[in-house]
C-alpha cells in the first residue's frame, strides 16, 4: 500500500512562497515519477508539475512556468513544490501524485495523497 502525505500549505500573500513536502511510504519511491496536482471547488484536477524518477526531466504547467519548482530527494523518499510569486490565482487544494512508470509525461498517476490546502491572499 502507497501512501503520500503532503506538508506546507497555508496563507500566503501575493508574491510570497511556500514550499510543500510530499513524504512516500511503502513502495521504491525513486523508481516513478511523481507530479503535483491542484483543484479549486467546482472544477478538474489540473496538472501543475511533474518529475521523472530521477530528477532529469520536469514540466510544469504553462500557469506556474517561471514561478514553480519542483524536486526530489530519493533518500528520503520526498517530494517537494517550491512555490514563488504567488497569486491568487494559485489558490487550490494541492495534491501528490506517484506515477506507474519512471518517465513523463506519458505516465499514469496510480496513488494520491489527501491534499493540502493553499490559500494565496491579502
Known amino acids: 500500500q502507497v501512501q503520500l502525505v503532503e506538508s506546507g500549505g497555508g496563507l500566503a500573500q501575493p508574491g510570497g512562497s511556500l514550499r510543500l513536502a510530499c513524504v512516500a511510504s511503502?513502495?521504491?519511491?525513486?523508481?516513478?515519477?511523481m507530479a503535483w496536482f491542484r483543484q479549486l471547488p467546482g472544477k478538474e484536477r489540473e496538472l501543475v508539475a511533474a518529475?521523472?524518477?530521477?530528477?532529469?526531466?520536469?514540466m510544469f504547467a504553462d500557469s506556474v512556468k517561471g514561478r514553480f519548482t519542483i524536486s526530489r530527494d530519493n533518500t528520503k523518499n520526498t517530494l517537494f513544490l517550491q512555490m514563488n510569486r504567488l497569486k491568487p490565482e494559485d489558490t487550490a487544494v494541492y495534491y501528490c501524485?506517484?506515477?506507474?512508470?519512471?518517465?513523463?509525461?506519458?505516465?499514469?498517476?496510480?496513488?494520491w495523497g489527501q491534499g493540502t490546502q493553499v490559500t494565496v491572499s491579502s
Open positions: 511503502g513502495r521504491a519511491f525513486g523508481n516513478f515519477a
Open positions: 501524485a506517484a506515477g506507474s512508470t519512471r518517465e513523463i509525461p506519458s505516465v499514469s498517476y496510480v496513488h
Open positions: 518529475i521523472n524518477w530521477i530528477g532529469t526531466n520536469r
